[in-house]
């Protein structure tokens, strides 16, 4: 069975430093991956997907992902973090031919301004 | 488009009520999950629904949860009797046809408190 390790329970960034969010998965065939971010008291909303092609996925509000295929990671990444980043972000995985998407534990990110 | 659409957005409910949460997933996506999430578990998919059937129902925790889909605009996750430990986020979320690769897209949640 699919499955997603979000290593850090909490990443603290100074506003305007690099932000990095870590993600590790495991699948039995080709990964299709995502990153979901999750405001206090929202749902979930996507940010970007790596389904096949580049391994550098730009996405939404200026967040881009890494496949490496060789680490079995799709880190989160972006250039300069702002104090509204603060949220919770969730990788997930979805394997070949499979619905389910699971998801690992989240990241808690603290911009601190 | 106004995305996944749940309702109630917060219930509290006393232990051993009937609660029931409602969906209204995106017009024409073929599939629609429910997934509940806690402190404790993160998030768990509940079950899931292809053009209105029931795929896989293997995360619902027993039978005091039962989950339709009368159509393909409405769905419900029933919980009866309602125990304190039921207290979680639902959530709702729908996506297109079966490529693995299409986006799952999720409701606001329904905040849940059985006290």
């Known amino acids: 069975a699919q499955s997603v390790a979000q290593p850090e329970d909490q990443v603290n960034v100074a506003e305007g430093n690099p932000l990095t969010v870590k993600c590790t998965y495991s699948?039995?065939?080709?990964?299709?991956l995502f990153w979901y971010v999750q405001y206090p008291n929202r749902g979930l909303q996507f940010l970007l997907k790596?389904?096949?092609?580049?391994?550098l996925v730009k996405g939404s509000y200026g967040f881009e992902a890494e496949f490496n295929k060789s680490q079995t990671s799709f880190h989160l990444k972006k250039p300069s973090a702002l104090v509204s980043d603060s949220a919770l972000y969730f990788c997930?995985?979805?394997?070949?031919?499979?619905?389910?998407?699971?998801f690992g534990k989240g990241n808690q990110v603290v911009v601190i301004p | 488009d106004a995305g996944v659409i749940q309702s109630p957005r917060h219930e509290v409910t006393e232990m051993g009520q009937e609660v029931t949460l409602r969906c209204k997933p995106i017009?024409?996506?073929?599939?629609l999950f429910w997934y509940r999430q806690t402190m404790m578990r993160g998030l768990e998919l509940l079950i899931y629904?292809?053009?209105?059937?029931?795929?896989?129902d293997s995360g619902m925790p027993e039978d005091r949860f039962s989950a339709k889909m009368p159509n393909a605009s409405f769905s419900t996750l029933k919980i009866q009797p309602s125990e304190p430990r039921d207290s979680a986020v639902y959530f709702c979320?729908?996506?297109?046809?079966?490529?693995?690769?299409?986006?799952?897209?999720f409701g606001e949640g329904s905040w849940l408190t059985v006290v």
């Open positions: 979320a729908s996506s297109p046809d079966r490529s693995s690769g299409n986006t799952i897209y």
């Open positions: 699948v039995s065939g080709n990964p299709y």
């Open positions: 790596y389904i096949t092609g580049d391994n």
């Open positions: 997930a995985v979805r394997d070949y031919g499979n619905n389910r998407l699971a």
């Open positions: 017009s024409g996506h073929d599939y």
């Open positions: 629904f292809n053009n209105n059937v029931p795929i896989d």
